[in-house]
């Protein structure tokens, strides 16, 4: 087979502009201290390191103390009793604020049904500015995750699903923790994101 030469629309997605050496520069200058924390605690894994941080820091807000350090099983446990605590990060300006389920197989789902599980959003704003936690638990949302992984398995596509923090709000009865915030900036932050939230 030979290479092609082809026109095809994908080539025109993205924004490409010149790469900028100052951001390039400040960018790895702020990053070598935290090489030395990584050395330091022998986490030298970019992704494992980050979310084990933004993981603990939203545990430890929750009043969990105890962090999984494996990429299987649920994040987060409480010291003193078998409390689990499954937690999922959003960026403040994503479009959509939603916990995200990646890869879900039929024995995660049902951890959601139990009632030692709880799920938590973390929405941030930047890469250690944590604003608030969305933070519950309700056995629909195992019923939800169980019924999608099962349509995936018949359609033979990854199992992938989303729910929304306003969804986990309203229809989950989820709690909102703010961190710096009031609870009136926290509301308001909601109504400019959704229209009228309360």
């Known amino acids: 087979?030979?290479?092609?030469?082809?026109?095809?629309?994908?080539?025109?997605?993205?924004?490409?502009?010149?790469?900028?050496?100052?951001?390039?520069?400040?960018?790895?200058?702020?990053?070598?201290?935290?090489?030395?924390?990584?050395?330091?605690?022998?986490?030298?894994?970019?992704?494992?390191?980050?979310n084990e941080l933004r993981d603990s820091m939203v545990a430890l807000y929750l009043d969990y103390e105890l962090i999984n350090i494996q990429k299987h099983g649920l994040d987060a446990k409480r010291s003193s009793s078998d409390e689990f605590l499954e937690i999922k990060q959003v960026s403040f300006q994503?479009?959509?604020?939603?916990?995200?389920?990646?890869?879900?197989?039929?024995?995660?789902?049902?951890?959601?049904?139990?009632?030692?599980?709880?799920?938590?959003?973390?929405?941030?704003?930047?890469?250690?500015?944590?604003?608030?936690?969305?933070?519950?638990?309700?056995?629909?949302?195992?019923?939800?995750?169980?019924?999608?992984?099962?349509?995936?398995?018949?359609e033979s596509r990854r199992s992938t699903q989303t729910i929304g923090v306003s969804k986990l709000i309203k229809e989950f009865d989820f709690k909102m923790k703010p961190i710096d915030l009031k609870e009136q900036e926290l509301i308001n932050l909601f109504n400019l994101k959704f229209g009228h939230f309360s």
């Open 94 to 154: 994503s479009k959509t604020w939603s916990a995200t389920f990646n890869d879900t197989t039929l024995e995660k789902a049902k951890v959601f049904c139990d009632i030692k599980t709880t799920l938590a959003v973390g929405v941030w704003n930047n890469i250690s500015n944590l604003l608030f936690i969305v933070y519950g638990k309700h056995p629909e949302i195992g019923l939800y995750l169980e019924q999608k992984v099962k349509e995936c398995h018949n």
């Open 1 to 50: 087979m030979q290479f092609l030469n082809q026109s095809l629309g994908f080539f025109n997605k993205g924004c490409f502009e010149p790469i900028d050496r100052n951001f390039i520069t400040e960018s790895y200058q702020a990053l070598k201290p935290i090489e030395e924390i990584q050395n330091k605690y022998n986490k030298h894994d970019n992704d494992s390191f980050l």
